[in-house]
């Protein structure tokens, strides 16, 4: 359901989102048939998007035999460059209420909206450990 009201921004601080974005993903690897836990994920994305504070990520893991060019993966992150520690996210405008979203992922994670510290930039580092060397770029003919 979207939103109707036109109040104003719903702002929560960046380590909040990132406290709950890595509950959600350690949820969904822990009940990956979960289909609400995917729905928040992809909210958190959604949301997180318009801040620019998440992002697609490309990979390639390893060539084999089968698979001459590699695999490619795509999944969503933390955006690396977002300010972590300062940063604010608007969570307002979305399919659902934002106060029922923040109940949502309360109730989910375990994770009350005022309860994370200021010490989030750690916690996004562990989401991007193999950062420091980029993957190869996709060749021309490669595939997804």
Excluded at 44 to 62: C, I, K, M, N
Excluded at 69 to 85: K, Q
């Amino acid at each position: 359901m979207r939103s109707t009201t036109r109040s104003g921004p719903r702002i929560v601080s960046a380590a909040t989102f990132a406290a709950w974005w890595m509950k959600l993903v350690e949820l969904s690897e822990e009940q990956p048939d979960d289909n609400g836990i995917y729905n928040l994920i992809t909210t958190l994305y959604d949301v997180g998007r318009r801040s620019r504070a998440t992002e697609p990520h490309f990979s390639r893991e390893a060539r084999t035999p089968e698979t001459p060019l590699g695999v490619y993966r795509r999944e969503w992150r933390l955006a690396p460059d977002f300010d972590w520690i300062t940063g604010e996210i608007d969570i307002s405008g979305l399919r659902v209420e934002p106060e029922t979203l923040v109940a949502t992922l309360v109730r989910t994670t375990g994770i009350k909206e005022h309860d994370v510290g200021d010490d989030v930039e750690p916690m996004v580092e562990r989401m991007h450990p193999n950062d420091e060397h980029p993957p190869d770029p996709l060749p021309k003919n490669a595939t997804t």
